[in-house]
Nanobody, 122 residues
């Protein structure tokens, strides 16, 4: 299995910045994609950004130019630098990864973190 531990959430003022981190651990053979989703109260969970193992990135239109996703493959860690935050960015942010685990190399699976709260005050 794979465990994902997020950190870096919190309360920030409108226009501020936060950096989220998510470290994966466990019986990992290889991690493919890593990324971040978010869910605000009363809304669907939505993709924020993801990054392939080779560094190819994908962003939601609402965060392009403000958020930057990166990863450290040696540390099995993904980061999300969030700048120019607005109250609309307030949500629980969930880290995920798609990975092969040592006990099952025929298929990869998605794993999720517990979520970290980001609150942007106006």
């Amino acid at each position: 299995q794979v465990q994902l531990v997020e950190s870096g959430g919190g309360l920030v003022q409108d226009g501020g910045s936060l950096r989220l981190s998510c470290a994966a651990s466990g019986s990992i053979f290889r991690i493919n994609d890593m990324g971040w989703y978010r869910q605000a109260p009363g809304k669907e969970r939505e993709l924020v950004a993801d990054i392939a193992r080779d560094g190819y990135t994908n962003y939601a239109d609402s965060v392009k130019g403000r958020f930057t996703i990166s990863r450290d493959n040696a540390k099995n860690t993904v980061y999300l630098q969030m700048n120019s935050l607005t109250p609309e960015d307030s949500a629980v942010y969930y880290c995920y990864c798609n990975a092969y685990i040592l006990s099952s190399l025929r298929s990869s699976y998605n794993y999720w973190g517990q979520g970290t709260q980001v609150t942007v005050s106006s």
